[in-house]
């Protein structure tokens, strides 16, 4: 078999099973599947070291948080020595203040952390992007309920009134999530409504509505594709500050309850190491903080790349 060197560099006529087994698997896709692999392919060999390095470390952590059971030494709670273990060969990062392994509970706390951020994150954009498109596509009576409803919400520092809401309904995961998501939706709110305005008054929309087609046809097949781009990209900011968040209400003891892995309460709960110059809690807070760096590197690439503007060469 002869493979093209343009698109298989490196490869040559005849290079074995490998090559047939490639060439085989692209050409069963479909043409519109291969031309968007193509397009994807071609932009990411275009990012820069930054993206790239934000999506080394994000696909790091989902193989951690999908695979922990697999990855972690030890179970997530399990006492396996003495408190506070001095970092060794059987025991990496040590032990915590109850003698458990602190590196599988670096990454069980991939899974619990991350897992809960993007389900509280997904849910906030179902709820304000819902909403949003529901008050720019009706307008009038609506639009003006639904904003100053969610003026009111954002009057109120976020971090205060989840704790409020915490301390009334309880810290529970379910709580946590509808809580914060609830609370986060009221930005998503605000941008899917800017955004959607700019929409609404175009001419397809309008044509959409004299044919008599339903409210969610407009919305999600006229309206929602065209706002999508900046949606996505803020989707990544997003994430950002509810894991953050989760993250800090668990530092304050309101957050992910034990003996569930958790990188807020894991500082917490070892932070008296500092004082005898052990830096174990700073590890969940490192871990903390090159997510955040990575989500954020790769969502300016995508926003540089959605917002059409080019670099002057």
Known sequence: MSVEPDKYPGLTGYDGDAVAALVDAERALPPERRAALATAWRELKRAPLTAWFGIVVIACYAVL????????????????????????????FGTDQLGR????????????????????????????????????????????????????????????????????????????????????STRVFRLTRAIAMNVVVLDFVEAARLQGERLGWIMGREILPNILPPLVVEFGLRFCFVFLTISALSFLGLGIKPPTADWGS????????????????????????????????????????????????
């Open 266 to 313: 894991m500082v917490r709960e070892n932070a008296t190491l500092i004082n005898y110059g052990d830096v174990t809690p700073l590890l969940p807070a490192g871990a903390i903080a090159l997510l955040t760096v990575a989500v954020n590197f790769v969502v300016d690439w995508l926003l540089h790349k959605t917002s059409g503007l080019k670099d002057e060469r």
């Open 101 to 184: 392994d602190m590196l599988s509970r670096l990454i069980f706390g991939a899974r619990n952390t991350i897992g809960i951020a993007l389900l509280t994150t997904s849910l906030s954009f179902l709820i304000g992007g819902v909403l949003g498109l529901l008050a720019a596509t009706l307008g009038g009576w609506t639009d003006q309920l639904l904003a100053r409803v969610v003026d009111i919400l954002m009057a109120i520092p976020q971090l205060i009134f989840a704790l409020m809401l915490l301390s009334i309904f309880g810290s529970s995961v379910i709580n946590l999530i509808l809580i914060i998501a609830i609370l986060d």
């Open 65 to 92: 948080a999908i695979f922990a059971p697999l990855i972690a030494p030890y179970s997530e709670s399990g006492i396996v020595a003495n408190q506070y273990e001095p970092w060794s060969q059987q025991f990496i």
